[in-house]
């Protein structure tokens, strides 16, 4: 089955520890990306990358980082979480060159950080 | 930088009725995408139905129909004899063209459907 998948769903932790937040899919996309979902907000780029080793910051990149050593998994690292990283993690992949764009979504992962 | 406007936050239409959900973008390009997203209580981002820019003609997925305004830069969407199966949040998406691949979002409508 075609899928993006995010882990862990669920994630509460404290301020300062260090997290990861792992992206999977198997539908061989070149395209990965990562956003945040916030009340009102609406869902925001946070990074993407469009292949292995070429990554690029979206519009609220501050306090993350990435990496993609394959082209399949493409990591959310949060170096020292806090408060305001509290939110709804969506990773989402899709081809490079497709002209409709579809953008195949994970499940989510809700963190919060005390 | 392109924006997405939807200026309905929450929205109800009763079961069986049709209801019309509003969005509008700015940018200054020729060429690109536009998306309707669902995300019902299960959190899933489901995409409804998408638009190029391109096409004059409006694009239809069962009872979901949008009515694209390029000049206007209005994208809405049209949802045809409402099933309670239809409450969620609906995002519009904005995607530029030549290879673009970044999604911007409004922030969202929350629609409910009345039994």
């Known amino acids: 089955e075609a899928q993006v998948t995010q882990n862990p769903r669920y994630l509460i932790t404290v301020t300062g520890k260090k997290l990861t937040v792992t992206c999977s899919q198997n539908m061989n996309h070149e395209y990965m990306s990562w956003y945040r979902q916030d009340p009102g907000l609406g869902l925001r780029q946070i990074y993407y990358?469009?292949?292995?080793?070429?990554?690029d910051k979206g519009d609220v990149p501050e306090g993350y980082k990435v990496s993609r050593k394959e082209k399949r998994n493409f990591p959310l690292i949060l170096e020292s979480p806090s408060p305001n990283q509290t939110s709804l993690y969506f990773c989402?992949?899709?081809?490079?060159?497709?002209?409709?764009?579809?953008?195949?979504f994970g499940e989510g992962s809700r963190l919060t950080v005390l | 930088a392109q924006t997405v406007t939807q200026s309905q936050p929450e929205m109800s239409v009763q079961e069986a009725e049709t209801v019309t959900l509003s969005c509008t973008y700015d940018?200054?390009?020729?060429?690109?995408?536009l998306f309707w997203y669902k995300q019902p209580p299960s959190r899933q981002m489901i995409l409804v139905i998408r638009?190029?820019?391109?096409?004059?003609q409006n694009a239809t997925e069962n009872r979901f129909s949008v009515n694209f305004q390029k000049a206007a830069k209005s994208f809405s969407l049209k949802i045809s004899d409402s099933q309670l199966g239809d409450a969620a949040m609906y995002f519009c998406?904005?995607?530029?063209?030549?290879?673009?691949?970044?999604?911007?979002f409004g922030k969202g409508t929350k629609l409910s459907v009345i039994p």
């Open positions: 638009q190029e820019a391109y096409k004059q």
């Open positions: 940018t200054s390009e020729s060429d690109y995408y």
């Open positions: 998406a904005y995607e530029g063209g030549a290879g673009s691949y970044q999604l911007t």
């Open positions: 990358s469009m292949n292995v080793e070429v990554t």
């Open positions: 989402a992949s899709s081809f490079v060159g497709q002209p409709d764009g579809e953008l195949f």
